[in-house]
């Protein structure tokens, strides 16, 4: 079974000597803990400028589904259309203020996909500000509800 995630926590990160040492757990009732057996980074990501930030974990067993437990369809969606709704799930906070604080419940939003021009507008202050301005980055959300605080899937990548 494999796990998609953002490479900028599964890689380059100097607490992370080896793949086994990262752990996955599913299930809030029942919980399934599950170990990296292999983790393969997108070919272009760079942890300096986080583009391509997704990579596949590779489990070393399966995990049990159930109705805690499944499998998300990552659906293909063209890049140009916007103002459609999109599923995120995200462990950020949920506090507006918390942008250091991880939730430890998976929360699942509902999001409108921004268009390329907004997104640059909203963004065009921001230091990292150059993150948006290629055709690899897609942004969600509206003022007030966003994937996160603390969340890397503020801006979602196409796959």
């Not at 809030?28 to 760079?46: C, E, F, L, V, W």
């Not at 049990?64 to 437990?69: A, G, I, P, Q, S």
């Not at 509902?110 to 990292?128: E, F, G, H, Q, W």
């Not at 500000?129 to 969600?140: A, E, G, M, R």
Request: contains cysteine; charged residues 20%.
């Amino acid at each position: 079974m494999w796990v998609l995630t953002v490479a900028h926590c599964v890689v380059n990160d100097p607490k992370l000597a080896w793949d086994k040492e990262i752990v996955l757990k599913m299930g809030a009732m029942n919980p399934q803990t599950r170990h990296a057996d292999k983790i393969i980074p997108h070919h272009g990501y760079r942890a300096q400028n986080k583009l391509d930030d997704i990579a596949l974990v590779r489990l070393n067993n399966s995990f049990d589904l159930t109705t805690e437990v499944g499998i998300v369809e990552l659906d293909r969606i063209n890049v140009d259309h916007y103002d459609v709704i999109v599923t995120v799930a995200t462990s950020g906070s949920t506090e507006e203020e918390s942008l250091n604080c991880m939730n430890s419940e998976l929360s699942i939003l509902n999001l409108p996909l921004m268009s390329a021009a907004d997104c640059r507008k909203i963004y065009s202050s921001m230091v990292y500000n150059h993150h948006f301005l290629n055709n690899k980055v897609n942004c969600v959300g509206f003022y007030g509800d966003s994937s996160c605080n603390g969340d890397a899937a503020d801006e979602t990548r196409p796959v």
